[in-house]
């Protein structure tokens, strides 16, 4: 079963940086497809980045606009999200997500199993 654990959250400035982790425990193999999303209140939950472990391709939503990046650690398994350039309009929790499989799907229907999410508070 795999477990999915955010860290990093928090209330910063807008134009300030963060750096969101996500430590997946059960992975046992390569062949799994790590996601962010997030969920602004009242919003629905919508996609913000993905990857697979080989990191073969990252896809971003149109939004990021080269502000949000998406790495990989395999041997940590742990996936991270760096933030920079935040806007007001980035509060939301943000939730790491995954789903056994090759392709990467940009669909909240796909994944599998979910964090908690972490809060991002961004103060104008």
């Known amino acids: 079963q795999v477990q999915l654990l955010e860290s990093g959250g928090g209330s910063v400035q807008a134009g300030g940086s963060l750096r969101l982790s996500c430590a997946a425990s059960g992975v046992t193999s390569t062949r799994y497809v790590m996601g962010w999303f997030r969920q602004a209140p009242g919003k629905e939950r919508e996609f913000v980045a993905a990857?697979?472990?080989?990191?073969?391709?990252?896809y971003y939503a149109e939004f990021v606009e080269g502000r949000i990046t998406m790495s990989t650690d395999y041997a940590k398994k742990t996936v991270y999200l760096q933030l920079n350039s935040l806007k007001y309009e980035d509060t939301a929790v943000y939730y790491c997500?995954?789903?056994?499989?090759?392709?990467?799907?940009?669909?909240?229907?796909?994944?599998?199993?979910w964090g908690q999410g972490t809060q991002v508070t961004i103060s104008s």
């Open positions: 997500a995954a789903y056994q499989g090759a392709m990467i799907a940009t669909t909240r229907s796909n994944y599998q199993y």
């Open positions: 990857t697979s472990w080989s990191r073969a391709t990252t």
